[in-house]
């Protein structure tokens, strides 16, 4: 079987064709890319300082990032807590003592 001349003309041609199709869509710019960069950026981040203290918001956050403050935390607290437990660490036959009534 002979194949015509014709086919592989039309074949060719349809190669060359989704070649250049390919390249020219490879080099056309998206429209828009640096506006949709920009909203996107916009999402992302926020203007100012992310650290600044905001009016209305909790004094006791305003500590800082490495503190933590409970809401019941006060000075009579804390005097109470010292007074309880005086020593830095509570010994292991006094946990047992108190555990045992």
Do not use: C, H
Not at 2 to 28: C, E, N, P, Q, Y
Not at 49 to 58: E, H, S, W
Request: glycine fraction near 10%.
């Amino acid at each position: 079987m002979k194949v015509r001349g014709d086919f592989w003309l039309a074949v060719g041609s349809m190669m060359a064709l989704v070649v250049v199709a390919t390249a020219v869509i490879g080099f056309v710019p998206i429209r828009g890319s640096r506006s949709d960069k920009s909203r996107a950026d916009a999402l992302l981040f926020k203007k100012g300082d992310p650290d600044a203290i905001k009016v209305g918001k909790n004094t006791e956050a305003a500590i800082g990032p490495n503190e933590f403050r409970s809401p019941d935390a006060s000075p009579d607290l804390e005097a109470f807590l010292q007074r309880a437990y005086p020593a830095g660490d509570i010994p292991t036959d006094a946990s047992w003592a108190a555990q045992g009534g």
